[in-house]
């Protein structure tokens, strides 16, 4: 889930962006490659503002803002692990 702000007719709405990430494929001999891609599944407003969001669900600025969400909650958890697995290999020095 993401947080993020949408700026439509006029107004500044902070939303809950639930979403699925879709591998993409390399592609083959007979199937052309397909990029990554974002799903989304649910777009909730704060607040309770009442709007119609359903253009958003395919809105490319938000699914792009969404697949760069994920490559960076990607990054941050390799680099969780690497941290992880320094701090044993550490502790297991200092032993």
Known sequence: ???TTLY?????IDVD?????????????IDPPQPDT???????????????L???????????ECLTDYYRMCEDAAHDAADARYNEWKLRDDQ
């Open 38 to 52: 974002i799903e989304i599944n649910n777009i909730r407003a704060h607040n309770h503002v009442a709007i119609d």
């Open 54 to 64: 359903e253009d958003w669900y395919v809105d490319e600025s938000l699914i792009k």
């Open 1 to 3: 889930m993401m947080i």
């Open 8 to 12: 439509t007719d006029g107004l500044e």
């Open 17 to 29: 962006v639930e979403y699925t990430f879709v591998k993409g494929y390399a592609g083959d001999q």
